[in-house]
Every structure is written in structure tokens, then in C-alpha cells.
């Protein structure tokens, strides 16, 4: 079993920067692709970007260029670095982890999800 628990969230205005942690507990070795998802009120969890084992990375077209992915293995941690932040990035943001060896943005392939962090961007 694996344990996510998410931090970071909060309210900025519109332009501002929020970075989320997602700190993993468990079997976290088994691990091999971290993902952040987003759910806003009304509409479909969407994946944002997603972190190999091996270091791959990949971002929702949505975000690139202004969210930044990482994972720090040795403290069994994923964080989301958020800049230029828009209203439309307001939505509750939730970790995920898949212990096999495939990685996507797409929810159904994720085993593990954490209990989300509100994040809220005001114009």
C-alpha cells in the first residue's frame, strides 16, 4: 500500500506562484510514475503533468511553460512548482502514483491518490 498526502495549496492572485508537495508513505519504492491531477467544481479530473522513475516528464498542454513537475526520490517526494497562475487554474489538486511500469495522464491507470489540496486563484 501506498499513502499520498498533499500540501501547498492556498489562494493567490492571478499571476502569482504556489508550489504543492506530495509526500508518499508505504511501499513508496514500488512506485514508478507520479502524476498531478486537477478537478474543478462541475467538470472532469484532468491530468497536469506526470514524473517517471526514470525522469520523464510531461505536461497538459494547458500548463506548459508554467508548471514545472519534479520528484524527489530520495525523500519519497512529487512536487508542483505552479507560476503565472490563471483563475482557470483554481481547482482541487490531487497526487497519484502507479506502481506499474506504465505512466500517462490519464486517470484510470493510477492506483493511489491522495485526498487533494485546494488551490484558488483570484483575477
Known amino acids: 500500500q501506498v499513502q499520498l498526502v498533499e500540501s501547498g495549496g492556498g489562494s493567490v492572485q492571478a499571476g502569482g506562484s504556489l508550489r504543492l508537495s506530495c509526500a508518499a508513505s508505504?511501499?513508496?519504492?514500488?512506485?514508478?510514475?507520479m502524476a498531478w491531477f486537477r478537478q474543478a467544481p462541475g467538470k472532469e479530473r484532468e491530468g497536469v503533468a506526470y514524473?517517471?522513475?526514470?525522469?520523464?516528464?510531461r505536461y497538459a498542454d494547458s500548463v506548459k511553460g508554467r508548471i514545472t513537475i519534479s520528484w524527489d526520490i530520495a525523500k519519497n517526494t512529487v512536487y508542483l512548482q505552479m507560476n503565472t497562475l490563471k483563475p482557470e487554474d483554481t481547482a482541487m489538486y490531487y497526487c497519484a502514483a502507479n506502481g506499474g511500469s506504465s505512466c500517462s495522464l490519464l486517470k484510470s491507470i493510477f492506483g493511489y491518490w491522495g485526498q487533494g489540496t485546494q488551490v484558488t486563484v483570484s483575477s
Open positions: 514524473n517517471t522513475r526514470g525522469g520523464t516528464t
Open positions: 508505504g511501499y513508496a519504492s514500488s512506485i514508478y510514475c
